[in-house]
């Protein structure tokens, strides 16, 4: 848990956000980046001396966590960190294909330029960090997808699929440690390509090739790793 107290949980004080959600958002990330992995047994006590909080935000944020399948509370044992879901991430996955294949088809209705530069950035970027850490990838994939959906008007449609997809996101770093992103990336400028282009039903075809990749990882990965499925 020490790595845990780090400058990011620092850098989340300014905001307006209260501790029991940050407590959350820290816990969350590290179960989704497997620092916590599946079965280790989370204390109030020790959390909360981790992070110099009382134990009444660590109680919060744990069942915040417990009511995203994150955790399971045990009577009698403790807090342990679920393993993952298989029905979760297909749930998941479904709803996401659906916002952001409506989503690319809403941007190339309309492409904007500066929007596509800005994409074409990232993806420069998203180069950069190939051979890198997968915690990198994963936070540039994140960036990606959120700016299609804030700059389609839909920032709050992206939020419900944040909520949604712990359970997937736990798959996707376990699948950029396995496979190699580069497949990845050119499903992203497959996607830009077709926004640019103005045509819709490309734009929404490739979004689903990408988001259906999952698909095929899933059996590969749960059968590498079969420790962190249910």
Do not use: C
Request: net charge negative.
């Amino acid at each position: 848990m020490q790595a845990l107290a780090t400058s990011r949980w620092r850098d989340q004080q300014p905001v307006r956000m209260n501790t029991a959600a940050m407590l959350y958002h820290a816990l969350r990330e590290a179960i989704v980046s497997n620092a916590l992995p599946p079965e280790t047994r989370l204390s109030e006590v020790d959390t909360a001396q981790q992070f110099g909080v009382s134990r009444q935000p660590v109680r919060e944020a744990f069942i915040a966590l417990a009511g995203h399948g994150l955790v399971d509370v045990r009577a009698q044992r403790g807090t342990f960190v679920t393993r993952i879901s298989v029905d979760a991430v297909m749930d998941a996955r479904f709803v996401r294909e659906a916002i952001e294949a409506d989503i690319v088809k809403l941007l190339a209705a309309k492409p904007d330029i500066a929007v596509i530069d800005d994409l074409q950035v990232q993806l420069a970027r998203q180069s950069e960090l190939i051979g890198g850490s997968p915690a990198d990838f994963i936070e540039a994939d994140e960036a990606f997808h959120r700016t299609l959906a804030d700059a389609a008007g839909k920032s709050g449609a992206w939020q419900v699929v944040v909520e949604m997809k712990a359970q997937m996101d736990r798959v996707r770093v376990l699948s950029t440690q396995h496979f190699s992103v580069e497949r990845l990336i050119g499903q992203h400028r497959a996607v830009v390509l077709a926004i640019e282009s103005g045509d819709a039903a490309r734009s929404e075809a490739a979004m689903r090739t990408h988001l259906q990749g999952i698909l095929a990882d899933l059996p590969i990965i749960k059968q590498q790793r079969p420790d962190y499925f249910t």
